[in-house]
Nanobody, 129 residues
Framework: QVQLVESGGGSVQAGGSLRLSCTAS????????LAWFRQAPGKEREAVAI????????YAESSVKGRFTISKDNAKNIVTLEMNSLKPNDTAMYYC??????????????????????WGQGTQVTVSS
């Protein structure tokens, strides 16, 4: 059983930065796809960024490209999301997720959440204007 635990959320003013971290149990970082999703109140959970076992990165949300960076440290079992130039519409609960394979890549990004097998509890990010 894979367990994911997020940390690093908080409140920040627009234009500020936050770093989210996710630690995982089990030796999954070199083979699983790891992702950050987010869910704002009243909205569906959406993919933000994914990093695969071979370190290929995909930024699902075009609005975060150039502002967010996903990375991982296989030795420490940590996946990180660096968030810069934050905007009020980045406010959401952010979730770490893991997928056993890359099936998601064949489908529309609005469906990617269905292909991830393990989820963390989430960490809240609030950006004020």
């Amino acid at each position: 059983q894979v367990q994911l635990v997020e940390s690093g959320g908080g409140s920040v003013q627009a234009g500020g930065s936050l770093r989210l971290s996710c630690t995982a149990s089990g030796n999954i970082f070199s083979t699983y796809s790891l992702a950050w999703f987010r869910q704002a109140p009243g909205k569906e959970r959406e993919a933000v960024a994914i990093i695969d076992g071979d370190d290929t990165t995909t930024y699902a949300e075009s609005s975060v490209k150039g502002r967010f960076t996903i990375s991982k440290d296989n030795a420490k079992n940590i996946v990180t999301l660096e968030m810069n130039s934050l905007k009020p519409n980045d406010t959401a609960m952010y979730y770490c997720a893991a997928a056993r394979d890359r099936r998601y890549i064949r489908y529309q990004e609005t469906t990617w959440r269905h292909f991830f097998d393990y989820w963390g509890q989430g960490t809240q990010v609030t950006v004020s204007s």
